[in-house]
């Protein structure tokens, strides 16, 4: 319903892609990197509906969830997960992959918009347990680009 406008916001924002679309796969973890500003969202959403991919999601914290902030984020593919679940995050997001046919998991492996030194290692944990592929996609704000990766699946080596 929204592909008219993202796909303008895309044309008229100069954003290109480089890479094969992942519109083939029906389930993998996507992280996305690097997350330092809430404009990746938007470009994250943009790039969603350009490709036409709507089994798309991410998560965030459930407290951004409440309001009309949650009504928009659960309606642009958000899904609320507990952080202080004594399940964890790796579980509620395997059991997200259990539930659904198709789920595409987007996430940052940083877990946070500062500035990291190392990833976590969660992402690693949801496509190994959940048996998905994992796809890398690099914003580069500079050149407007979203770079795409060729899926690959997890080892036992971290």
Do not use: C
Not at 42 to 69: C, Q, S, T, W, Y
Not at 103 to 124: C, D, M, Q
């Amino acid at each position: 319903m929204l592909y008219p406008f993202w796909k303008t916001w895309w044309k008229l924002n100069g954003w290109s892609f480089s890479g094969e679309s992942p519109y083939n796969i029906k389930r993998a973890v996507v992280i996305v990197g690097p997350h330092t500003s809430w404009k990746d969202l938007i470009v994250g959403l943009a790039a969603r509906n350009v490709l036409k991919i709507d089994h798309i999601k991410f998560m965030g914290k459930k407290e951004l969830f409440r309001g009309p902030l949650g009504w928009f984020l659960s309606s642009a593919g958000g899904t609320p997960v507990d952080r202080k679940n004594s399940n964890g995050i790796v579980k509620q997001a395997v059991d997200l992959f259990n539930t659904n046919d198709e789920f595409i998991l987007a996430l940052s492996p940083e877990g946070t918009r500062k500035k990291v030194n190392r990833l976590r290692t969660g992402f690693y944990f949801i496509a190994k347990n959940a048996n998905v592929p994992i796809v890398m996609v690099g914003l580069d704000f500079t050149n407007k680009q979203v770079i795409i990766s060729e899926p690959f699946h997890t080892t036992d080596d971290k």
